[in-house]
């Protein structure tokens, strides 16, 4: 199985372990999350969708922390819902690390000027190259222009 897909469905079982616990906001943010993940596993050329994954577990990052923040009881769960706080505190803390393979398989699909992007089929305006102009013909060559 391959990193992306590790990495979604890591953070999908954790995910629903913490929604035992953690209801409304919570889920809605990384499921959505999770969902642009499925988008940049399915098109392993797509830029936007990787870019927007890896936006969205920085994001999730932030949302969860004010999230588990608080809604956390200190007292009064019982053993389920301290294993769902539990797993919502394990999957915020593999964030990061997600966060910093996701953006490794960003920069090899050609974000930030890698590879996909150093080159291009158009013509720079700083090029020093001139194109070849294809309408020109032999008579056109070392000739004046003749009038009618």
Not at 50 to 67: C, E, K, M, N, Q
Not at 74 to 92: K, P
Not at 97 to 104: A, D, E, P, Q, T
Request: glycine share 10%.
């Amino acid at each position: 199985m391959e990193l992306p897909t590790m990495i979604l469905l890591v953070h999908w079982l954790l995910t629903v372990w913490g929604c035992i616990t953690f209801s409304g906001p919570y889920p809605w943010a990384n499921f959505t999350v999770l969902a642009v993940g499925v988008w940049a596993v399915a098109q392993r050329d797509s830029i936007d969708a990787i870019s927007l994954f890896l936006g969205g577990l920085a994001a999730t990052v932030f949302l969860d922390i004010v999230h588990l923040s608080i809604f956390y009881q200190r007292t009064g769960f019982s053993d389920t819902q301290r294993f769902g706080a539990g797993m919502a505190i394990l999957s915020l803390l593999l964030k990061p690390l997600s966060c910093c393979f996701v953006y490794h398989m960003y920069r090899e699909r050609g974000g930030f000027l890698g590879p996909s992007q150093e080159r291009s089929d158009y013509q720079t305006i700083e090029s020093p190259e001139v194109p070849a102009d294809p309408f020109v013909g032999s008579e056109g060559r070392g000739h004046s222009p003749q009038g009618y």
